[in-house]
C-alpha cells in the first residue's frame, strides 16, 4: 500500500513542483520586464528628442545617459531604418544578438522582448518603437540586462523543488506504513481538549475515559489537581509578586492579571492574527504578521494565558488547526489558544479591503487619502462582525470573562457582545488615530458605529486628545450624557469610560531572537549581503502604507545627500518594507512609487561599491529586524499620520548601550512620549534633509544622553505596564446595562 501511494504522489508532487517552478520564473520574469519598461520610459523623450538631429549630434545629445549600472548593461537607440545611433560602452559586444529584438519593435509591435544567450552569459533585451508627434516610427530604445542570475536562481529552484517532492514521497510511505498508530488520535485529541479547558478553568473533573494507556488516565488525574493547586497557590501570592518588582515584567502582569480577573477567562479579539501560516514550497511556514498591535498583544497573552479570535487569514491556516480553528500559541510553546475565524474571499474583500481599509482607515488617518464608502462594504462588515462575536461566545460558554476588542475592523462587536451577554466585561482598544468630528462626519454609518464601540465598558486610545476628540464626536452626533469630569459616556442606561493607553514593547531580550555569537555573525551576512560595510546606516522599518510617510522618507535623504556630498559612500539607507494590503492598488501603486524612487536615487549617486538605498520588500521576521536595529545608527520614523508608531520604542529599546538616533514624525503619537529624539514634519523635505545630517554628526555624548532618557521612558511604561493600567481600570469600573438583554 506504501508503495502504490508513493508511486502516485511522487509524480504528482514532481508535476505540482515543475509547475511552481515555471509561474516563480515567470514572475521574476514579469519584474524585469517592469524596470525595465521604467528606465527606458525615463529615456524615452531625451532619445526621441535627440532622433531629431543627424547622428552625430543625436550620439552626442545622449552621451553619458545610455550608460549601464548593477545589472543593466546598457542603452542603445537606433534609426527607423535599424541604423545605430548611440550605445552604451557595455553593448559594444551584444550589437549582433540584439537586432532581432529591434527588428521586431520596428515592425508590427511597438514593444519586443528578447532572452539571448551570448558571450557565456544570458542577457534580456527590451525595445521599445519611438515615434513623433504625428505617430510615425522614428527609431528604438533598448535597455539591456544581465540576467545570469536568474538563470542561477532557476536551477537552484528546481533542483530544491525536486529535492522536497522526493522528501514528502518518502515520509507519506512512512506515514502510511505507521498508519496502525492512529488508534491513538482521538483519544489523545480528546485529553488535549480536556487539558486546554482545565487551563481556562471549565473542565469537568475527571479526564477523559477512552485514553489508551491506563497509567496515563491515573496521571493525568494527578497533573489535574496539581495544577488546579498551583493556580489557587499563584493567586494567593500575586501581592507578594507585585512588590518585588520595581518595572513592570510578564510575571508581574499575570500576578495583576490573575487579581483583576479573578478566575475568569482573557479574551483578546482582532482582524489581525499573530501567528499565521503560509504555504511555502508547499509546506505550511510560521510566519508573524507586521504591525503594532501583534508586536504589544502577543507577550500579553503569552504572559497570562487565554484565547486570541483572529481572522485566519494565511493559506495554510485550515490544515495547522484543528476542527473548530483552534491552535496552541506560541508553537512548540503553547502559552494561549489562538481561534481562527474563517471568512469567504468576497467578505474579505468588503468587510477588510472595502469598509475597513478604503473606508475606515483613511478616514481616521489624516493622509489627504479620500474616503470610499460602499453600501455592499457596510453590509458585509456587519456580517463578520456578527461572526466575531459568535465565536468569542463559542469560546467562553457560560463561564465569566473579560474581552479586549482590538481596532476599527471590529467596531460593532462590543454592542453584539453586551446584548447577548450583558455580564461580561468588555473592553476596545482603538489602535489609530480618533478624528475631529467635522473628519468623522462624513461616514454613511457614524451612528451604528458610535454605537458599536460604546457597548464597551471601556475605550481606549494612545492620546487624551484622541479621547477629546471621540468624546466631541459622540456629543454632536449621538443623544447620550457625557461626563466630561470622568470622561464618561452614558447612553441608555450604560456607562462608558474613555482613557488614554498609550501602547508601548516589550524589551528585545524576552523575544526568541539571537544575541551573542550567533547575533555577530547574523550581522555579518547582512553587511555582506547588502554592501553595508561602509560608514553608517539608517534605518525604517514599516508597512509599505501611505501613512508610513515612504516617499518623502526617500526624497529627504536623497536631499540629504544633495545638499551633502560628503557623506555620499558613508551613510546608507535600509528600509524594511512589509507588504501589506496588496489587493488594493493604492497599496500596489505606492510599492511601484517607492521603488521608482529608490532607483533613481540610486542612479543619481551610486558608485561601484555604495548604494544609498536598499529597498528591501518581504516580511521580515523578528530576529532580522533586531540584526537590523543593531547594525544601524539611526532610525528614522516619517508617519503623516500614526495612532502610536511602536517601532520608535522596539529601536529605543534595541539600543543597550544608548548608540543611536532617532528621527521621529511629529505626527506619530510615540512623539508625545519620546521628545529626546529629533522631532520632524515629513512633509518639509529641508528640515527632514537637515534634520537626517545632525543625525548622523551627533556626537557621542548628545547620543548617549538623549537615548538614555528615551530609554528609561520606555523600560517604565512597557507593554506590561499598558495592559495591565488597561486591564485594572477595566475590570474597575462597575456593570450596569439596562439595553442588554440575554437572548
Not at 132 to 152: C, K, N, P, S
Not at 227 to 244: E, I, K, M, Q, Y
Not at 714 to 741: H, P, Q
Request: hydrophobic fraction near 45%; proline fraction near 4%; aromatic fraction near 8%.
Amino acid at each position: 500500500m506504501g508503495f502504490l501511494i508513493a508511486g502516485i504522489v511522487g509524480p504528482a508532487t514532481m508535476v505540482m513542483a515543475w509547475f511552481q517552478w515555471h509561474a516563480e520564473r515567470r514572475i521574476d520574469q514579469d519584474d524585469l520586464d517592469r524596470r525595465a519598461r521604467l528606465l527606458v520610459f525615463q529615456l524615452k523623450e531625451s532619445a526621441q528628442d535627440a532622433l531629431r538631429h543627424p547622428d552625430r549630434e543625436a550620439a552626442k545629445e545622449l552621451a553619458g545617459q545610455l550608460e549601464g549600472h548593477s545589472r543593466l548593461i546598457g542603452f542603445a537607440v537606433f534609426r527607423a531604418g535599424g541604423n545605430k545611433v548611440a550605445s552604451g560602452k557595455g553593448l559594444s559586444q551584444y550589437m549582433v544578438e540584439i537586432q532581432p529584438v529591434v527588428a521586431e519593435a520596428l515592425g508590427d509591435k511597438s514593444e519586443a522582448i528578447g532572452t539571448i544567450r551570448s558571450h557565456d552569459t544570458v542577457v534580456h533585451a527590451l525595445a521599445t518603437r519611438l515615434t513623433d508627434a504625428q505617430g510615425a516610427t522614428r527609431g528604438v530604445i533598448v535597455a539591456v540586462h544581465d540576467v545570469a542570475h536568474l538563470e542561477e536562481r532557476a536551477t537552484a529552484r528546481m533542483i530544491r523543488y525536486a529535492f522536497w517532492s522526493l522528501a514528502v514521497t518518502f515520509m507519506l510511505f512512512a506515514l502510511v506504513t505507521g498508519v496502525t498508530w492512529l488508534v491513538y488520535d482521538r483519544p489523545l485529541k480528546d485529553l488535549a481538549e480536556w487539558m486546554r479547558r482545565l487551563r481556562t478553568d471549565n473542565a469537568p473533573d475527571a479526564p477523559p475515559w477512552n485514553l489508551p494507556v491506563a497509567l496515563l488516565a491515573k496521571e493525568t488525574e494527578h497533573l489535574a489537581a496539581s495544577f488546579r493547586a498551583a493556580r489557587s497557590s499563584a493567586a494567593a501570592d500575586s501581592n507578594g509578586v507585585l512588590a518585588d518588582h520595581k518595572h513592570w515584567t510578564r510575571e508581574r502582569l499575570r500576578a495583576q492579571a490573575l487579581d483583576c480577573l479573578d478566575g475568569g477567562q482573557l479574551v483578546v479579539v482582532s482582524n489581525r492574527e499573530p501567528y499565521m501560516h503560509q504555504l511555502n514550497d508547499g509546506e505550511p511556514c510560521l510566519i508573524v504578521p507586521a504591525g503594532g498591535l501583534v508586536t504589544a498583544l502577543d507577550p500579553v497573552l503569552q504572559a497570562c494565558g487565554g484565547i486570541w479570535v483572529a481572522h485566519g487569514a494565511g493559506d495554510a491556516d485550515r490544515q495547522t488547526a484543528d476542527a473548530q480553528g483552534n491552535l496552541s500559541v506560541p508553537p512548540g510553546d503553547g502559552r494561549y489558544t489562538l481561534r481562527r475565524v474563517w471568512i469567504t474571499r468576497e467578505e474579505e474583500q468588503g468587510y477588510y479591503y472595502g469598509l475597513s481599509n478604503e473606508g475606515m482607515w483613511p478616514l481616521c488617518h489624516l493622509a489627504h487619502e479620500r474616503p470610499t464608502f460602499r453600501a455592499s462594504d457596510w453590509e458585509l462588515y456587519v456580517e463578520v462582525n456578527r461572526r466575531f462575536a459568535a465565536a468569542v461566545l463559542e469560546e467562553i460558554g457560560a463561564s465569566g470573562a473579560t474581552v479586549l476588542v482590538q481596532d476599527y475592523h471590529l467596531a460593532l462587536v462590543p454592542q453584539m457582545l453586551k446584548q447577548a451577554r450583558p455580564d461580561l466585561r468588555v473592553g476596545v482598544f482603538w489602535h489609530i488615530p480618533w478624528p475631529n468630528p467635522e473628519a468623522f462626519r462624513i461616514c454613511p454609518w457614524r451612528t451604528e458605529i458610535l454605537n458599536g464601540i460604546l457597548g464597551a465598558d471601556l475605550v481606549g486610545f494612545h492620546l487624551q486628545q484622541y479621547c477629546n476628540n471621540f468624546l466631541d464626536t459622540v456629543d454632536r452626533m449621538l443623544e447620550a450624557r457625557l461626563d466630561w469630569d470622568h470622561f464618561a459616556v452614558e447612553l441608555g442606561g450604560h456607562s462608558t469610560l474613555v482613557r488614554p493607553f498609550p501602547i508601548s514593547v516589550e524589551s528585545w531580550t524576552e523575544r526568541r531572537i539571537p544575541t551573542g555569537d550567533a547575533l555577530t555573525q547574523q550581522i555579518a551576512r547582512f553587511r555582506e549581503r547588502y554592501k553595508l560595510s561602509q560608514g553608517q546606516i539608517l534605518l525604517g522599518v514599516d508597512r509599505i502604507d501611505y501613512t508610513k510617510g515612504l516617499p518623502e522618507r526617500f526624497r529627504a535623504f536623497g536631499r540629504f545627500l544633495e545638499k551633502h556630498p560628503r557623506h555620499r559612500g558613508k551613510v546608507s539607507f535600509v528600509q524594511l518594507g512589509a507588504p501589506s494590503r496588496t489587493h488594493l492598488r493604492r497599496y500596489r501603486d505606492l510599492i511601484v512609487e517607492l521603488e521608482s524612487l529608490a532607483d533613481e536615487i540610486n542612479w543619481k549617486f551610486q558608485t561601484d561599491n555604495w548604494m544609498p538605498i536598499r529597498f528591501l520588500v518581504e516580511h521580515h521576521d523578528a530576529a532580522t529586524v533586531h540584526a537590523f536595529m543593531q547594525m544601524a545608527s539611526v532610525c528614522v520614523v516619517s508617519s503623516l499620520h500614526d495612532g502610536m508608531n511602536l517601532v520608535a520604542k522596539e529601536f529605543v529599546i534595541a539600543k543597550p548601550k544608548c548608540d543611536g538616533v532617532l528621527v521621529l514624525s511629529e505626527f506619530a503619537g510615540a512623539a508625545r512620549e519620546l521628545p529626546d529624539a529629533l522631532i520632524i514634519n515629513p512633509y518639509d523635505t529641508e528640515q527632514f534633509a537637515d534634520a537626517i545630517r545632525c543625525a548622523v554628526e551627533m556626537d557621542a555624548d548628545e547620543r548617549t544622553a538623549r537615548m538614555h532618557r528615551m530609554r528609561q521612558s520606555v523600560e517604565e511604561r512597557n507593554v506590561y505596564w499598558w495592559a495591565a493600567s488597561f486591564l485594572t481600570e477595566l475590570c474597575g469600573t462597575r456593570i450596569s446595562d439596562s439595553r442588554a438583554k440575554p437572548q
